[in-house]
């Protein structure tokens, strides 16, 4: 892949790190109850762990489709290529 390509996806890749992150954040913050700091450290540890595995996932889904997309692309032009060649 190129250079321009690797950039896209690191930049998809962080967009969608960021939106996970939020989400993950967003849902834990509205859906718990601290009372205690043992219970604000089991929330702080519980959402590190969930947050890094769901970010994990995304992030695997993402590159596959990144992946496929540029793939696609990529035939698609050659086939573009061949087509106008050999007229």
């Known amino acids: ?9 690191v930049g998809v890749h962080i967009l969608a790190s960021l939106g996970v992150s939020k989400v993950v954040r967003d849902i ?17 540890a519980g959402s590190l762990v969930l947050g890094s595995m769901i970010a994990e996932h995304a992030s695997n ?8 997309a540029y793939n696609w692309y990529t035939r698609h032009e050659a086939d573009t290529a061949d087509t106008n060649g050999a007229s």
């Open 28 to 44: 834990i913050v509205n859906n718990t109850n601290v009372v205690t700091t043992a219970d604000g450290v089991k929330v702080i």
């Open 1 to 9: 892949m190129s250079n321009g390509v690797t950039l896209a996806k």
């Open 61 to 68: 889904h993402v590159n596959r489709q990144f992946d496929k």
